[in-house]
C-alpha cells in the first residue's frame, strides 16, 4: 500500500555550484510512503506525516545554505558552533562564508540536485517514521514557471526568524507593467540581471571583516539573534541595494528604477519570494 502528500510544502534555500556559485532556489516537495496497513487501517496517519516531514524539512533545508561535502570545491573548517568555509568556483574566484552550523548543512554528495538532495534526505529520515512504513520516496520540483524568474540569495539581519541567516534564497518569478500592459522586454531584463545573483544590503558591506573584502570581492557581515554571519563573494556576482533586502523593498527597488527609466509611464512591479507570495508596488508618474 503506498501513500502519497503531493506538494506538502515547499523549501526556499540556497547551495554552492562550482560554475554558477551561490544559487538561491525554491522546490516543492511531495512524498510517497509504502508500508502495511496499521490497526487503523493506515500506512501512516497524514498529520504525523506532514507534521514531522514539515519539522524536519523546515530544520534542516529551509532557509539553508546546502554544501555538497564531497565536491573538491569545498575547503570547510568548523567549531563547536560555527563552519567557515571557501568554495573554490570554476573561474578561479572564491567564496567564503562563516556561519552558524544550523544555518549550512552538509550533504553527503558531489553536487546538489533534487535528485542527490532527496535521496540524502531519505537516508536521513529512515527512522523518523512508524514501523508500518517500509520505504519513504521524497520527490523535489522547481515551481513550473512559464516567465522570466531569477535566482537570488540574500540575508536578512534585523529578522527575528531564519530569514537572517546570511545565504539562503529563492527561486522567483516577476511580472512587470507598464501603463497597464505587461512589459515582458523589463521582465527578462531583470531576470537577467538577477541570473544567481547574491542581493546585498551596502549596510552589510564590512571591510574589517574577518572575510576580508579587496578589489574583486564584497564581503558582508553583521551580527543577528543566532548568531555572527559572514560572507565574502566576488563582485560580478553581487547587486548592491541601499536598504534591507525584503521583497518589499526589492519591489520597489525595482519599481523606482524602472520609473527613473520611463519617467511618464505608470509602473506596476509584482515580485515573488518563492512560490504564491511576495510584494506589488505601482509607481504613477506623480508619485
Known sequence: MRLFVDNLTNVDFSYLDPKRGLVGETWLASVEL??????????????????????????????????????????????????????????????????????????????????NVAKWCITELKEAFPHSVESL???????????????YSHGLKKHEGNCQRIAHGHRSKIEIWRNGEQSHEDMARWAQLWQDIYIGTQEDLCHASPLSADADNYAFAYQSQQGEFSLSIPKKRCYLIETDTTVELIARHIALQLANAYPKDTIEVKAYEGIGKGAIVTLSPSS
Open 137 to 151: 520516496k521524497l520527490t523535489f520540483m522547481p515551481e513550473p514557471i512559464a516567465g522570466p524568474y531569477y535566482h
Open 34 to 115: 509504502c508500508g502495511t496497513l496499521d490497526d487503523q487501517g493506515m500506512v501512516c496517519d497524514f498529520g504525523v506525516v506532514k507534521k514531522k516531514l514539515r519539522q524536519w524539512l523546515d530544520n534542516t533545508l529551509d532557509h539553508c545554505l546546502l554544501v555538497p561535502e564531497k565536491n573538491p570545491a569545498l575547503m570547510l573548517q568548523s567549531d563547536q558552533h560555527h563552519h567557515n568555509l571557501n568554495w573554490h568556483l570554476d573561474d578561479g574566484d572564491i567564496l567564503k562564508c562563516h556561519s552558524p552550523k544550523a544555518a549550512i548543512t552538509l550533504i553527503d554528495t558531489q553536487s546538489i540536485s533534487a535528485e
